[in-house]
């Protein structure tokens, strides 16, 4: 019987070769740089099984984030699972946008609505940590994740103190006294009539997540609607949206009373979150 290295391994593999490399890596607790300085080594039988379970399950469509429970965002490694959207690389222009808007402002208030992983909170909160942060979410599922990785990741003793994981349908369960200087949200923006929804990673995803099962703009309205009464003096609302969006987002932002009204292109040259200041 022939010696299986990670070499053959990858060579074998119907994977792209990135994805196949992750799941080796994942399976050996290897970093990547060992299957170059290891890549001849015999491996054990019962890891290259374990290897090819994950394989199948990639060729079947899973998403690699959760069959490795792990995904990076902004510079932090977030566990993922199924109950939860993975963090995309886009959402980051979000987290950037954010940044820019609190620069002048000591210890900013911020509001992440439908945090998910808490990605977006998280990363904030690691980039500013005299920032206050809230993160909401109505799933339990979902606010279990985002807490392990609040734990895990932020420093317990950031002078913005424990980032606030709360169980909320978007703003209901806030105290009627908070006010925010900034608010952001990557909410569920895909009509429930895509076909996408039944393509690729996104059939393993939470549907709630991504799909308001309405128009694509319901969660988008509410958002908007409810910020004005959220938001302290010259505060900001930014919001993450499709790729063909961006107009109607800007007409509820401006209907609603926003200056400054906006949309920020991704690096693929998308209109991919829209947002405004209150004036005071």
Do not use: C
């Not at 606010?143 to 349908?169: F, I, M």
């Not at 952001?184 to 039944?198: E, G, K, Q, W």
């Amino acid at each position: 019987m022939d010696l299986v290295t990670p070499v053959a391994l990858l060579r074998a593999s119907p994977l792209p070769p990135l994805e196949a490399r992750i799941l080796l890596t994942h399976v050996l607790g290897w970093r990547h740089t060992q299957l170059i300085t290891r890549g001849d080594e015999a491996l054990d039988s019962m890891v290259v099984e374990q290897y090819r379970a994950l394989e199948t399950r990639r060729v079947a469509g899973e998403p690699v984030a959760q069959l490795v429970g792990a995904r990076e965002f902004f510079g932090l490694d977030l566990e993922v699972t199924p109950d939860v959207l993975i963090p995309r690389p886009e959402t980051e222009l979000l987290v950037e946008t954010a940044l820019v808007a609190m620069e002048n402002i000591s210890r900013p208030r911020v509001l992440d609505l439908g945090t998910g992983t808490g990605a977006i909170a998280l990363a904030i909160a690691s980039m500013r940590p005299d920032a206050q942060v809230w993160a909401l979410d109505r799933s339990a599922e979902a606010l279990a994740v985002a807490t392990r990785n609040a734990a895990r990741l932020l420093d317990a003793k950031r002078p913005g103190g424990a980032v606030v994981l709360q169980q909320s349908d978007w703003y209901g369960s806030l105290g009627a006294a908070l006010s925010f200087n900034v608010i952001v949200s990557n909410p569920p923006y895909i009509a429930s009539s895509d076909p996408h929804l039944s393509e690729g990673d996104l059939r393993f995803e939470p549907r709630g997540a991504l799909t308001d099962e309405a128009d694509g703009l319901s969660a988008i309205r509410k958002i908007v609607a409810g910020a004005p009464t959220r938001l302290a003096a010259n505060g900001v609302l930014w919001i993450e949206h499709g790729y063909d969006q961006a107009a109607a987002v800007r007409t509820l932002l401006a209907a609603e009373g926003f200056a400054e009204v906006r949309s920020e292109p991704d690096l693929a040259g998308i209109e991919r979150i829209s947002g405004g200041r209150l004036p005071g």
